[in-house]
């Protein structure tokens, strides 16, 4: 189970943080990602993390605006966004994946989804 928080409105230029609260055994041994959905638009990949946190993956439309970082003790994983754009505007999801190495991008290995968390860049 993975349940995401810290989604808001926020106004273009800003800052938010959003936090993936994971249950249940063996976290570092999943892969963890946050995902995003505009309206009308497919679900797409923003960031991943391997178990151990040792690699990362971002997509380029928010690489040096987004950071992603876990704690296997905790089971959290935060994505940090910065210099938000209206573009940003999306629900966010995390998503679990049972994966060793580099960890997948693609949203049919991720078996375990949040909720979703709504974000609002305001123009």
């Known amino acids: 189970l993975v349940v995401e928080s810290g989604g808001g409105l926020v106004q273009t230029g800003g800052s938010l943080t959003l936090s993936c609260a994971a249950s249940?055994?063996?976290?570092?041994?999943?892969?963890m990602g946050w995902f995003r959905q505009a309206p009308g638009k497919e679900r797409e990949v923003v960031v991943v993390?391997?178990?151990?946190?040792?690699?990362?993956r971002y997509v380029e439309s928010v690489k040096g605006r987004c950071t992603i970082s876990r704690d296997n003790v905790k089971k959290t994983v935060a994505l940090q966004l910065t210099s938000l754009k209206p573009e940003d505007t999306a629900v966010y999801y995390c998503?679990?994946?049972?994966?060793?190495?580099?960890?997948?991008?693609?949203?049919?290995?991720?078996?375990?989804w949040g909720q979703g968390t709504q974000v609002t860049v305001s123009s």
């Open positions: 998503a679990a994946a049972r994966w060793s190495g580099v960890p997948p991008t693609a949203t049919r290995e991720y078996g375990y």
């Open positions: 249940g055994r063996a976290f570092s041994s999943y892969a």
């Open positions: 993390i391997s178990g151990t946190g040792g690699m990362t």
